[in-house]
Nanobody
Framework: QVQLVESGGGSVQAGGSLKLSCVAS????????MGWFRQAPGKEREFVAT????????RYADPVKGRFTISRDNAKNTVYLQMNGLKPEDTAVYYC????????????????????WGQGTQVTVSS
């Protein structure tokens, strides 16, 4: 079992930055694919970024490429999402998710493939 707790959300103006953190409990974090997703009001949950458990492979959704960076610290059981150049359309509840994986370079972009989810943290970007 893995429990995930996100933090770091808040309200910023367009062009600003936030760094989200997701701390995981459980022994399987270091061999779990981690992902960030977001859900805006009235919209479906969408993929933002994912990172392999080795940290060597990442993938981003097109709307955030070049602005967001996902990283992880397996010693701290933590995954991060650095968000720069924030836009009003980035406003959403951001969720981290975990999936145990046998492969060091595996990643996943589909929400149904993840096994564990955090409660989410709100990010609001004003224009």
């Amino acid at each position: 079992q893995v429990q995930l707790v996100e933090s770091g959300g808040g309200s910023v103006q367009a062009g600003g930055s936030l760094k989200l953190s997701c701390v995981a409990s459980g022994r399987t974090f270091s061999t779990s694919i981690m992902g960030w997703f977001r859900q805006a009001p009235g919209k479906e949950r969408e993929f933002v970024a994912t990172i392999s458990w080795s940290g060597g492979r990442t993938r981003y959704a097109d709307p955030v490429k070049g602005r967001f960076t996902i990283s992880r610290d397996n010693a701290k059981n933590t995954v991060y999402l650095q968000m720069n150049g924030l836009k009003p359309e980035d406003t959403a509840v951001y969720y981290c998710a975990a999936k145990a994986s046998p492969g060091a370079s595996n990643i996943r972009i589909a929400a149904p493939e993840y096994d564990y989810w955090g409660q989410g943290t709100q990010v609001t970007v004003s224009s």
